[in-house]
């Protein structure tokens, strides 16, 4: 008895242990990082160059996936809704704060169904217009607008992105009357503004940036409130005319609100990790979007702060989009 105890407990030694960690812990598959608008906007191109870093870092593939439609909303409750297992997330934006009070019936709440994960980007919007526009400046924009009421549109990735609400704020601080003209994505509303088809936009930079350098769009003005250290000539709106106006986007990755803490803290990690990176660093800075790393408690105080501020934008515009 105690021969053929000795030989197990040898056995035992010679046979080496099953590795449980990839196996019980955090990722063991594919993460799918749900992008809420079309290919080619600035969430599609944030969310695959942060992709291409964490996935080896996290060893396994991130596959990200283009749910659009509702202004980022159906991707997002897509989100929402989805096992909170940490395999299914999301790129959110500045989006989903401002629809948690212009839509009646939002499906989920930012506040309540989703986890603050990582702050990827801030990006400036870009107040800009077809080169055949007669308006050079911000203020020749407004007297434009005056002069013909109803008659200048500008166009967006659909109601109750950052890219709307910069117009309806720039039409509830002037008195102006311009007409909102929404896409499905920003992108199909860029091809129209650059094709001359539309007049005006507020866009995310990155996303024009191309078509400001090579003159296919006129730049107003940046819509935050110092100006772009790529774009050092270009005032903010707030120097062109319209005193106390500030708009700007951001992005960032969100799950459901009961995914695990280890995935969460995991993912918070990698991503400030991959955004402190020089060459994604250089990257982005050259599309327009400025790296910003924080905690899920920070990003999360964040949201909420952003919630209240767009909120009172909802109110005075009195936007509706349902």
């Not at 035992?12 to 063991?28: I, K, R, Y």
């Not at 935050?224 to 106390?244: H, I, M």
Request: charged residues 15%; aromatic residues 6%.
């Amino acid at each position: 008895m105690n021969g053929t105890v000795a030989r197990i407990a040898l056995l035992a030694l010679l046979v080496p242990a099953a590795p449980s960690a990839p196996a019980q812990g955090w990722p063991s598959k594919p993460i799918r990082l749900i992008v809420p608008f079309p290919a080619g906007a600035t969430t599609d191109f944030l969310a695959r160059v942060v992709a291409d870093k964490i996935g080896p870092a996290l060893g396994q593939t991130v596959v990200v996936e283009n749910r659009a439609g509702a202004a980022g909303n159906v991707g997002t409750d897509l989100v929402a809704k989805s096992v909170p297992d940490g395999y299914t997330v999301v790129m959110g934006t500045v989006a989903q704060t401002i629809s948690e009070t212009l839509y009646t019936k939002l499906p989920f709440s930012i506040q309540r169904d989703l986890a603050p994960v990582a702050l990827v980007a801030r990006v400036p919007n870009v107040m800009e217009v077809h080169p055949s526009v007669p308006a050079k400046t911000v203020k020749e924009y407004i007297a434009l607008a005056r002069a013909r009421p109803g008659q200048i549109t500008f166009v967006s990735g659909g109601s109750g992105t950052s890219v709307h609400m910069s117009g309806e704020m720039l039409k509830m601080m002037t008195g102006i009357d311009i007409v909102h003209v929404p896409y499905k994505g920003a992108a199909p509303a860029l091809v129209d503004l650059v094709g001359g088809h539309v007049m005006s936009m507020f866009d995310n930079l990155p996303s024009s940036m191309p078509h400001i350098r090579s003159g296919r769009l006129r730049a107003l003005a940046v819509t935050t409130a110092q100006r772009y250290a790529a774009l050092p000539d270009l005032p903010t709106v707030a120097e062109a005319g319209v005193p106390g106006y500030e708009a700007s986007s951001w992005f960032g990755i969100l799950g459901p609100a009961a995914m695990p803490r280890e995935a969460l803290a995991r993912l918070n990690a990698e991503v400030n990790r991959a955004i402190r990176l020089p060459d994604v660093q250089e990257r982005l800075a050259q599309e327009g979007a400025i790296v910003a790393p924080i905690s899920p408690e920070e990003f999360g105080a964040f949201i909420r702060t952003e919630v209240a501020k767009w909120a009172k934008v909802v109110k005075a515009s009195g936007a509706k989009a349902d």
